[in-house]
Structures are given as C-alpha cells and as structure tokens.
C-alpha cells in the first residue's frame, strides 16, 4: 500500500499542497499518496492522531493549527521550537511525532536559489511580526545579513520578537511609521496583501538596487509586488516560497531532495491560467 500524507487545515479546500507533493512524488519515483484532511478547528489534535494511528506518514500543517501542532509533536527541531510553530510532522520508526518549521527554509531557498538574490552581507527588512515572520527569523540570520529590522504595524510585537531572538543574532525592531530607508531586502511577512491592502510604507525605503518579496502569492501581482515594481524595484510574491517549505518536508519525510523548478513553473502556470 502506498505511505499516505495529507496538509491538514481548516479551510483546506484552497491548498496546493496535494499538487506540489504529488509532482514531487512522479518526479522521484515515490510511492505514496496525499490527501486534504479538513479538521474541526476544535479537534486538530483528535484529528492529526487519527491519521498517524491509521497508518499515515507524514502531515503539513496549515492555518490555524501552527501552534498545535508544536504542542502535539514529541520532539522539534531547533527551528520549529525557536518559531514556536509547527507545518510538517513526522511520524518516526518508534511512533514519535517530530514537528519541524520548514517556512523559513522554503523562503531563503527561493530568494537564494530560485531568484538568484544575495541575503548575505545585504541590509534586510522583514514586515509583519506573526507566525510566518517568527519561522522566517532563524533561517534569514543563518545567511548573516549586515543588518536585520523587524517592523511591525504593532510596533511592540516586533520589539518583543527581536528581543526574543537576541540571542540567535542582533536585530533591531520598531513600527511600520518610523522606518527608513536603504534597505537591500524587503521581506514583506504581513498578512496585509491577504485583504488587498499595502502597509504604510515611505518610497525611499529601497538602496537602488534594493529588491522586494512577499510571502504571499495570487493570480495577479499583490498590492506590495505591484507598488515595489511601479518604484523600479524587483519584486516577486511567495509562491516559490511554498514549494520551497514543501520541498524541505518532502525530504524529511522521503530522504529526497525534489527538483523545485519544473513544480514551480507549472504552479505558476496553473494560478496564471
Ligand atoms: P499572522 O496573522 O500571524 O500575522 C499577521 C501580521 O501581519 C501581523 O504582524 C500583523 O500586524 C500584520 N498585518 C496584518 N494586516 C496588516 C496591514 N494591513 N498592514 C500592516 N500589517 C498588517 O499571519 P502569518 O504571520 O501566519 O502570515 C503572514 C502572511 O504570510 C500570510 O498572508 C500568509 O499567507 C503568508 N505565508 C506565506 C507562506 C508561503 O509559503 N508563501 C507561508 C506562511 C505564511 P499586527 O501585529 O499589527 O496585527
């Protein structure tokens, strides 16, 4: 019998998850299955323990059982206990669940690998303070940008993040209305294209050849990508990002390394058409 995967969430019905594993799994040969497992949002845990007793490998978890996820997995890896947030589970030889955070990995290995842009040395912005930048934090200072700044519409929850992290490398934080510019990188971790708005941003926030990212992604450019590219700047939107956290769970689960490329142009041309 095939070894069964789902993406569990609430609402899952959106996911693209089922596609990306699945070109994963033609492309390397696996044998296995992935399914959407839409799960009551007060039974994640009921859920995601059925699953694993039925026979099932491995979980990507979505919105919004990041957090119960961390609490459910047995053992983390660094990344997911400094995220405090879990999106892949593992189920191990000896019935234990580890819980890992593979966003950020996905995010670095696009900027890195799939656009070919420089993180290190480089000044990096990163916007929003919530679950997606909190799993983008370690990976980013693994690649030692000259400087990292949270900003934050709440400018307190990007001061309490850089504090929390202080001790994985120095940062510096404060709120979307005292920013300036000069920055290399703009990593746009608010969830504010989500409802079609652009955060408050002053035009002279990027050096000349300053590039802009946003961790979401859509059919049309988001309101960020659309304004960052009406300044000149190079911009591109998170999709490479979610194959790219998808790729890293598809190797934990597997031992594999799946090729991103082919699945991300063919998402793309998918979410185009
Ligand atoms: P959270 O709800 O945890 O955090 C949302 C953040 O966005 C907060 O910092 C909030 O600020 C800020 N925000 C919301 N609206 C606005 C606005 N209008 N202007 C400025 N700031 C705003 O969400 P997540 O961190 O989990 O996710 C953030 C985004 O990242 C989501 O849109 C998600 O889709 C995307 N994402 C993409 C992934 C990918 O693979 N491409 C993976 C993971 C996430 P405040 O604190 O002031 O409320």
């Avoid at 492309?27 to 007793?53: H, M, N």
């Avoid at 957090?67 to 589970?89: H, I, K, P, Q, S």
């Avoid at 934050?152 to 990007?158: D, E, I, V, W, Y």
């Avoid at 940062?171 to 000069?182: E, I, P, R, S, Y």
Wanted: with cysteine; hydrophobic share 45%.
């Amino acid at each position: 019998m095939s070894d069964r995967y789902a993406v569990v969430g609430n609402p899952v019905d959106h996911s693209l998850s089922p596609q990306i594993h699945t070109a994963f799994a033609a492309q390397a040969g696996e044998d296995l299955v992935y399914e959407k497992l839409l799960a009551p949002l007060d039974r994640f845990t009921e859920s995601a323990q059925t699953f694993f007793a039925e026979g099932g490998r491995g979980l990507n978890v979505t919105v919004p059982f990041k957090l119960e996820a961390c609490e459910l997995a047995d053992a983390l890896t660094e990344r997911a206990a400094a995220a405090g947030a879990v999106n892949t589970l593992v189920y191990g030889e000896s019935g234990n669940l580890l819980g890992d955070n593979t966003d950020g990995a996905g995010l670095v290995s696009d900027i890195r690998n799939n656009l070919g842009w420089t993180i290190q040395d480089k000044r990096v912005l990163l916007l929003g303070a919530g679950g997606a930048a909190r799993g983008a934090l370690l990976p980013l200072l693994a690649e030692h940008p000259s400087q990292l700044h949270i900003a934050n519409r709440t400018a307190a929850k990007a001061c309490q993040l850089a504090d929390e992290f202080s001790h994985y490398g120095a940062m510096t934080a404060g709120g979307l209305d005292q920013l300036c510019g000069g920055f290399d990188l703009v990593i746009n971790a608010s969830s504010a294209s989500l409802g079609n708005q652009l955060p408050p941003l002053p035009e002279h926030l990027f050096t000349s050849t300053g590039r802009a990212y946003d961790m979401v992604y859509g059919a049309k450019p988001t309101p960020f990508v659309h304004w960052a590219r009406e300044l000149g700047v190079e911009a591109a939107d998170g999709l490479g990002m979610l194959v790219g956290q998808a790729a890293e769970a598809f190797y934990l689960w597997r031992g594999v390394k799946p090729r991103v490329e082919p699945v991300l142009a063919q998402l793309r041309r998918t979410l185009t058409a």
